[in-house]
């Protein structure tokens, strides 16, 4: 076991979880090297939510004056059929901002640029006393291979370079390689939901309601146009039952293909939609998979974000399960810097309440949300009809709350107060 004041810490994934975790961990005085396989930060997808415990891991973090200069303004969402009526609506301040739509919402994008931000203004302040930044950020790099023993973990990188590290955090999304070398194949700890979802950016059709998500339901899939941070532009959000094909994983031309085959023909901005999906450069398409990792430890080998915990994109949690997780990761890290492999069992025992409520999709499944038939796709247009109405509110309203995690707190961590101290410095 090492004696080590302050461990080394390799953060593999530079999404929101990865660059999070990074944050508080230089806060924290801890060495930590972050990489990254794109060449470059990832900036896209679509409005992220934030509410109950990711709002105050935000706040901890010193993130949410960020957040709010990039706030969406967005007033709830509304089911439109084929010609563009509304015929259900969840209005933000109905649901006290716990709905479908939060109170806090950020486009995925700004939330990156937020974090880094704050990353590189940590980054400046903590040096070693060599005056050696503890931030190495590097993109364009990614694990080969990982062996580890009782103190370490030696890594090998695709750039070539070798090194060891006290502890190695996997934070590469549901595909995680991480989690293969350490933990064993993504069938094991990955369950497909039975379909797909796809984001991207397009121009904003001209007769939108302003500032409403806006989304039609059709056999087997659901369309969503959502507000961007710029006006002229809106988010398309795809849910497309189909059965898992791995073959889909890197092909683009047959991802769209399915996206074509669920919504062509659908009527309102289905077109408009499909003509603006192939010109798009921030196409995003992957199967919706659940990931259960019931042991987030093995070994000094964790894991933080989809790459341990998710519940796909159905919940809208997997932000706010990346920010809690990496906020408890460095909180019980910074507590016990010399002893890792307990500050990640800390962790992992903190957190598992709050991920399997947070895991939970408020609708089900996506069999009962997007059923194929015509017919059960009208019942289910009706159901929506009443769930909606004024005298069901209060019910959705708990039904929201308890699926979404609002009502839950802060995972109690052995250092909150020692982390308080660092993100307010
Ligand atoms: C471009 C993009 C767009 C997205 N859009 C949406 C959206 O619209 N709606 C939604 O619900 N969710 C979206 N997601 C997923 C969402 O970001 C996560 O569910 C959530 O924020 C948890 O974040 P994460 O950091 O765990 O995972 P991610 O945000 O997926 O970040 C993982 C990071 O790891 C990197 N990576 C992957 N493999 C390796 C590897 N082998 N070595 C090193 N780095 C690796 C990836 O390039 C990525 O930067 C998107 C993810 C990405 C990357």
Redesign the pocket.
Known sequence: MTTRPTPHVLV?????????LALQLIRSGIRTTV????AA????????DLRGPSREAAERMGLMPGITRHQLQEEGLIYVDAHGRGYGRMAMEDFDGQGAVAEIEI???D??EVIAEALAEASALAVDEAGEPLLDLRYD???ASLTQDADGVDIRFTSGRSRRFDLVVG????????RRLAFGPEERYATPLGGY?A?FTMPSPADLEPDWFSMRLVPGAMLGIRPDADPATS?A?LTVRGPHDPSLRRDRAAQQEVVRQAIQGAGWHADAVLAAMEEAD?F?F?ELVRVDVPDLAAGRVTL?????Y?G??LT?M??A???V?AYVLAAELAATPGDPAAAIARYGAAIAPFLEQAKKIPGGSLSTMLPRTKLLSALSKANVKVMLSRPLRPLMKRMFLAGQGAELDLPATSADAALDRVSAA
């Open positions: 593999s994934g530079a999404g929101i979880a990865g660059t999070a990489i990254e396989r794109a930060p990832r900036p896209g997808g679509q409005a992220v486009t995925r994008g939330l990156v790099d990614a694990i934070a590469d999304g549901v595909h995680s390689a991480t979802g984001f988010k959000i921030d995003y992957d933080v974000g989809d790459a341990g998710s796909s994109p809208g997997g932000t399960m990346a920010l997780g």
